[in-house]
């Protein structure tokens, strides 16, 4: 199959990739279920199954401490009024820190170094 890509307008060749790319996965599906039914048949012919070659296969794992278990950061920082609370951590402070900072024109590192709203 020749194609002229000199005379194919843009949105023929936009066209063809499109298809293209349709193909590339339609393909790779079928190649992965080909693998999958002939290692299923061999494990069979061989009296074995997928956790006798590994043996946690299926089974979902508890995250450990070392895998990156999510944990929420300490509170370092409390409103007195509101009793809101806030880590000092994340993009933007909660309205409250915002609040006081407007107030007192104070920049962020002001705010956590005036000590005034630790925990």
Do not use: C
């Not at 000199?6 to 023929?12: E, H, S």
């Not at 299926?58 to 509101?82: H, I, W």
């Amino acid at each position: 199959m020749d194609f002229d890509l000199d005379k194919m307008t843009v949105l023929d060749l936009t066209a063809l990739i499109e298809r293209a790319q349709v193909e590339i996965k339609r393909r790779k599906v079928s190649a992965k279920d080909k693998l999958k039914q002939e290692i299923e048949e061999k494990l069979k012919h061989s009296g074995l199954d997928l956790s006798d070659l590994f043996p946690g296969a299926g089974k979902k794992s508890k995250k450990t401490k070392e895998q990156g278990e999510n944990k929420t950061a300490p509170v370092k920082y409390r409103d007195p009024v509101s009793q809101g609370t806030w880590s000092g951590r994340g993009a933007h402070p909660p309205h409250w820190v915002k609040s006081i900072m407007s107030e007192r024109r104070w920049t962020l590192e002001q705010f956590k170094t005036s000590g005034e709203y630790d925990v």
